[in-house]
């Protein structure tokens, strides 16, 4: 029974021993546990109550969904199938999260904060002259993430709650102004294109109007009556407003129905006048240039509507795209600061001068020791010695 018991009775005393040790050490240096917390817990209270509150304004909206592309239904209308092949076959399904990591790149970009920085006079504010410093000012306070219902948040933190909301509200405001202006989408990108595509189709088929006109007045090859002139000329009018206002409104709108209806009747009245004109021929060689000329007039015609055609398609893969942002949530002015928190502050620079007193008490008491004891001070000069540069 001693010898079962000893060796239990010997750990119970070392562990005494032990705790008794730590304690000893601890009372010893109990001014540094006191003081080292108390003087670094005095520094937190002097430099969180010289920092100023902040308060953050947060502004939660969504990017607008990629649809499928309506270019798929090219392939139903005969007219069309060279237009097919201009667009491609690629639709526009952009997944979401694409287009919440395209429009944070975008918040985050260099254009965005010059555009802040001009719009909200953010170099008299930040009190600087150099607009990459205030860039640096700007990107500080601002926090750009997507949410994890697919929403994107933006959050900006300024020391005036006004100027915070002001600011929050500023990044989605230009964001709405420059999403007419840059092409977030595939759907966007061929509406751009097909507009050039329309505007350059509709310049070729005014300069072959004018170049057909000029060789009639230039050669006689087809003497029209005045009446003629005047209704072909209206008729021109009439399909280049037909087409602009196709552009921005719908076949069922009244006045493209009363536009289109106008046409008709100038079509019709043509055809009648022409059934009286007279053609009289100069030579063979000027009828064979004004069939050239009234070929290529016949082929702009044609690059005419197929533009058209590809514009209306392509406005409406637009509109089904959703091509603007939807504001969720405005920023409105915090009630309540963001920080600084400081009796956490405090708190947590107590404990950590707390922490460090310990580890500091036992540094000393450690080093105490190693001066008292000869075997120590023999080790460590030999340790030195190994340390030395030879």
């Not at 509150?53 to 069309?80: C, E, H, N, R, W």
């Not at 009363?258 to 063979?284: C, D, F, H, M």
């Not at 058209?308 to 509109?319: F, G, K, N, S, Y």
Request: net charge positive; aromatic share 6%.
């Amino acid at each position: 029974m001693l010898t079962t018991d000893t060796p239990k009775e010997n750990m119970g005393k070392e562990f005494e021993i032990n705790l008794l040790d730590v304690a000893i050490v601890l009372a010893k240096h109990i001014k540094l546990l006191v003081a080292l917390p108390i003087i670094t817990g005095i520094i937190a209270v002097i430099v969180t109550f010289q920092s100023p509150d902040i308060y953050t304004a947060d502004t939660t909206f969504m990017p607008p969904k990629q649809a499928a592309s309506a270019s798929s239904m090219l392939s139903s209308l005969s007219a069309m199938g060279s237009l097919s092949a201009m667009l491609g076959e690629g639709g526009g399904g952009g997944s979401m999260s694409g287009a919440n990591d395209m429009y944070i790149v975008f918040l985050n970009s260099r254009t965005m904060q010059d555009a802040m920085i001009n719009r909200f006079n953010l170099l008299d504010i930040y009190k600087t002259k150099s607009k990459q410093s205030a860039r640096r000012a700007l990107a500080g306070q601002t926090t750009v993430k997507t949410t994890k219902e697919g929403l994107i948040l933006l959050q900006v933190t300024d020391t005036n709650p006004k100027r915070a909301t002001m600011l929050a509200n500023g990044y989605v405001e230009l964001l709405l102004e420059k999403s007419n202006e840059r092409a977030f989408s595939d759907a966007s990108q061929r509406r751009l294109a097909a507009e050039q595509e329309f505007l350059n189709a509709k310049n070729t088929l005014a300069d072959a109007e004018i170049a057909i006109k000029q060789l009639q007045e230039k050669t006689g090859l087809i003497v029209v009556g005045p009446q003629i002139s005047m209704l072909q000329g209206m008729i021109n009018s009439t399909e280049r407003q037909l087409a602009d206002m196709s552009i921005s409104t719908t076949p069922n709108n009244p006045d493209y129905i009363k536009t289109r209806q106008k046409l008709a009747n100038l079509q019709a009245e043509i055809g009648k006048a022409q059934a009286g004109s007279k053609y009289v021929s100069k030579a063979p060689e000027r009828i064979l240039d004004f069939t050239h000329k009234t070929r290529d007039l016949k082929y702009a015609e044609a690059l005419y509507q197929m533009a058209l055609q590809q514009l209306t398609v392509a406005r409406i893969d637009e509109a089904k795209s959703g091509a603007s942002i939807q504001v969720v949530d405005r920023a409105l002015v915090p009630e309540q600061k963001s920080g600084p928190f400081r009796s956490t502050t405090i708190l947590i620079t107590g404990v950590a001068g707390l922490f460090a007193a310990v580890v500091l008490s036992f540094i000393i008491e450690a080093y105490d020791r190693v001066q008292t004891n000869t075997e120590s001070i023999a080790q460590l000069k030999t340790i030195r010695n190994y340390l030395r540069w030879k």
